[in-house]
């Protein structure tokens, strides 16, 4: 009987494949937790804020992190589906952070991997599945507040901050839980918190890691990002809810492979408790723009601060409900605040303190702007006063009686003054009798002042007796310039010297006397007063 013939040839084929793919040199691996927890108690997780722990508070505790295929290829041909190398990982970092004057901070993160599986890494050169149980790469980090930039800890508004970290190669390399070689990633970090508690921070930099070329995918330097927020839920309780989008661009690529761009989307809670210490927890999901982007992770952190503390207190005072804003200032909406509103529960204008507007004499013109608030103006009147009006031993009148230059001629303009010295004296019957005044400058000697200061009050006289009033109460007398009221050194002082006065004189018992009349010479008169309905469109003519 002759021996079986066994098929060597497919032996000697499967054997050389094996032979072959153990000597193959497997790629240079690289450690795959892109994503790196921050230690500080108010900090969102991946995403950094602005300001550093109080002076010489510490912070302490552990970070879980639970992350589903985090290392995943997909053959070209796609028949086999994607290859898990690393199926999951479970991982602990032991983080503590200490701060420095109000203006920095320093820590430390000790990464570790707890438990890790996944397929058989026979395709990437490596018999067997991924070590379970592995060290990372510690970290020693960072935070360095910017001077104009500095928020403080229970203030509002813009921070900014400057961050490093250095990761030294203590970690297992071939369990992807190390670079093997010295990193650093320095950042900035520009962030806003709201008077309400809600924070928005923004986080950027560069990460310097050695090229590895890993399944023909560049795995070297990137840019590392996020933007996060933490909105309060129940503030006086210490809840509030997280969310941030956090990842890395790669600064390099294969001429055939995309960029690495992995990133996630996480949500979680977070609970300041009075006992110093933050639990926060959620998850969230990878974009799939990486190899090395999880599918599903999940995550928590238990951070302690000591009682008593300056971060602990900060922390109690950031859980105070904002203080409700203050009574209105300004119940009566008049923009007149305080002690100033004379008329706290009435509107008014800031002109008036704040109180309504009087018109106590009724003419239209409002008390606070009225020069005679307790005479009404009238038709004719100016800033709340009549033409006319009696004031002590005077009618006084708001504008000047004018004449034509050297004459008694009574200029038209000057009508609507006398007519109401004429109604204030129908209007008093009390006034038995005014004097007439009038009154010159210093021009011209005195001897023809005086007598164009008669003509003149003369002329006022019949006007007024022309318009109604009896003889008997108007008398008239002209004084010339031997009476000045200003200095007739200047044009202003000579015209308040032109004038024209109407003195009530003081009652008297029995039949009033006729009055002492001037003697009117009337040899050089060259006019007299015309009558009140003469038209009122004299010319104009140069005032002495």
């Known amino acids: 009987m002759k021996p079986s013939r066994t098929p060597l040839l497919p032996s000697l084929l499967l054997a050389l494949s094996l032979s072959t793919a153990a000597s193959a040199a497997p790629d240079a691996r690289f450690n795959l937790q892109l994503f790196r927890p921050s230690g500080a108690p108010q900090d969102l997780v991946m995403v950094t804020q602005s300001r550093p722990l109080s002076h010489l508070s510490v912070s302490a505790g552990p970070y879980f992190s639970y992350s589903i295929n985090p290392l995943s290829l997909v053959p070209k041909d796609g028949d086999l589906g994607s290859i898990s190398l690393v199926g999951n990982r479970l991982q602990l970092d032991v983080m503590a952070t200490v701060g420095l004057f109000d203006w920095a901070e320093v820590g430390v993160d000790m990464p570790l991997v707890m438990l890790q599986g996944g397929q058989n890494l026979e395709v990437i050169g490596t018999e067997g599945p991924v070590e379970s149980f592995a060290l990372g790469d510690l970290r ?8 104009g ?8 508004g813009w921070g900014s901050a400057l961050t490093f970290n250095v990761s030294f190669p ?19 970090v520009v962030d806003y918190r709201f008077e309400s508690g809600i924070l928005l921070a923004l986080n ?8 590895r070329i890993f399944s023909g995918v560049n795995m070297g330097d990137m840019a590392p990002f996020g933007l996060g927020t933490e909105v309060p839920l129940l503030r006086g309780s210490g809840i509030t809810l997280l969310g941030m989008v956090n990842g890395a661009v790669g600064l390099e690529k294969e001429p055939d492979q995309p960029r690495q761009i992995p990133a996630e989307l996480l949500i979680g809670l977070r609970w300041y408790s009075s006992t110093g210490i933050t639990f926060t927890f959620g998850g969230g999901l990878g974009c799939g723009c990486s190899l090395a982007s999880p599918n599903l992770s999940f995550f928590t952190s238990i951070i302690w601060v000591p009682a008593k503390t300056r971060e602990w207190e900060a922390i109690e005072r950031f859980k105070e409900p904002p203080e409700p804003p203050p009574p209105p200032v300004d119940p009566d909406g008049d923009s007149v605040i305080g002690e100033k509103d004379r008329c706290p529960t009435v509107a008014g204008p800031v002109e008036n303190g704040g109180c309504p507007d009087s018109d106590g004499d009724s003419d239209g013109v409002v008390d606070r702007i009225d020069k005679c608030p307790d005479v ?8 709340g006063c009549p033409l006319a009006r009696t004031v002590g031993n005077k009618i006084v009148i708001l504008e000047q009686v004018n004449f034509a230059t050297d004459q008694d001629v009574i200029l038209s303009e000057s009508f609507p003054v006398l007519e109401e010295v004429a109604r204030v004296m129908e209007v008093n019957p009390k006034l038995d009798r005014i004097l007439i005044e009038g009154h010159t400058d210093s021009r011209a000697s005195d001897s023809y002042n005086l007598e164009l200061s008669k003509r003149r009050a003369a002329s006022v006289k019949r006007f007024l007796i022309e318009s109604g009033v009896a003889a008997e109460r108007v008398c008239s007398q002209g004084f010339g310039r031997s009476k000045p009221v200003a200095d007739n050194a200047s044009e202003e002082g000579m015209a308040l010297n032109r004038r024209v006065e109407f003195t009530i004189q003081p009652p008297v018992d029995g039949p009033r006397p006729p009055c002492p009349e001037d003697e009117v010479p009337k040899k050089g008169r060259k ?8 038209p009122k469109s004299a010319p104009p003519a140069k005032k002495k």
């Open 140 to 147: 020693l980090t960072g935070k360095v507040a910017l001077p």
């Open 149 to 156: 930039l500095r928020r403080s800890a229970e203030g509002h």
């Open 170 to 188: 203590t970690g297992v390399q071939e369990a992807f839980a190390g670079d093997g070689e010295l990193t650093y990633a320095p950042g900035l």
């Open 204 to 211: 950027g930099g560069f990460w310097k890691r050695p090229d």
């Open 376 to 383: 009404p103006a009238g038709t004719r009147g100016k800033d």
């Open 527 to 534: 006019n007299t007063a015309p009558k009140p309905s003469a």
